[in-house]
Nanobody, 120 residues
Framework: QVQVVESGGGLVQAGGSVRLSCAAS????????MGWYRQATGKQRELVAV???????NYADSVKGRFTISRDNARNTVYLQMNSLKPEDTAVYYC??????????????WGQGTQVTVSS
């Protein structure tokens, strides 16, 4: 079983910065892609950024140039550095981990989410 836990959310003023962290733990054989999604109230969950095991990245157009995704493979952790935040970035941010556990099949594991609120 794989557990995924996000941290680092909170309340920030527009123009400010926040860094989110997401750590995967458990009986993990390998972690492939790691990503961040967000879901604002009344909207569908959307991809924010994704990073491959080798460090390749992809971003939503709305966050390009402002957000940076990175990972530490030794710690099974992915980060999301969010700069120049806007009120429209307000959402619950979720981490997803594409992992192959020691016992079982390759699956996508989700964290519980962390709230980021940007005030104007």
């Amino acid at each position: 079983q794989v557990q995924v836990v996000e941290s680092g959310g909170g309340l920030v003023q527009a123009g400010g910065s926040v860094r989110l962290s997401c750590a995967a733990s458990g009986s993990i054989l390998i972690i492939n892609d790691m990503g961040w999604y967000r879901q604002a109230t009344g909207k569908q969950r959307e991809l924010v950024a994704v990073i491959t095991r080798r460090g390749g990245t992809n971003y939503a157009d709305s966050v390009k140039g402002r957000f940076t995704i990175s990972r530490d493979n030794a710690r099974n952790t992915v980060y999301l550095q969010m700069n120049s935040l806007k009120p429209e970035d307000t959402a619950v941010y979720y981490c997803d981990v594409d992992s192959l556990p020691v016992y079982g099949s390759r699956s996508i594991y989700w964290g519980q989410g962390t709230q980021v609120t940007v005030s104007s």
